[in-house]
């Protein structure tokens, strides 16, 4: 998470020319996404296990970080958005 926290923002702007709109709605994404998983946290954690939701956690980030590195090659950096919302299931 540290990775994303500190160099997101820089990589958008610097190497793939975003625009502060988009930092501004990247982080958006990432604050609405949490809402709806850290309120039903407690389900997820009973139905799959504290194990489980750390795998999935995992693999939702090995996405995250996969759809970063392939990003230069959509047409707009703007693509990132969608790929944020994997935040909420990251930070639980």
């Known amino acids: 998470m540290g ?4 160099n997101l923002f820089i990589y958008l702007t610097r ?14 994404f990432t604050c609405i996404a949490e809402v709806p998983v850290f309120f039903f946290s407690g389900k997820l954690i009973e139905k799959l296990t504290p194990h489980g939701v750390v795998g ?3 693999l939702c980030m090995t996405v995250r ?4 590195a392939i990003l230069p090659f959509f047409p707009s950096p703007w693509f990132v958005l969608p790929v944020e919302l994997l935040h909420g299931v990251t930070s639980v």
């Not at 990775?3 to 500190?6: K, Y």
């Not at 970080?65 to 970063?68: A, E, K, T």
Request: aromatic share 8%; glycine share 12%; net charge negative.
């Open 3 to 6: 990775v994303i926290a500190t």
């Open 65 to 68: 970080l996969g759809f970063y």
């Open 15 to 28: 190497e793939l020319h975003g625009s502060q709109s988009l930092n501004g709605a990247s982080l958006t």
């Open 56 to 58: 999935l956690a995992a």
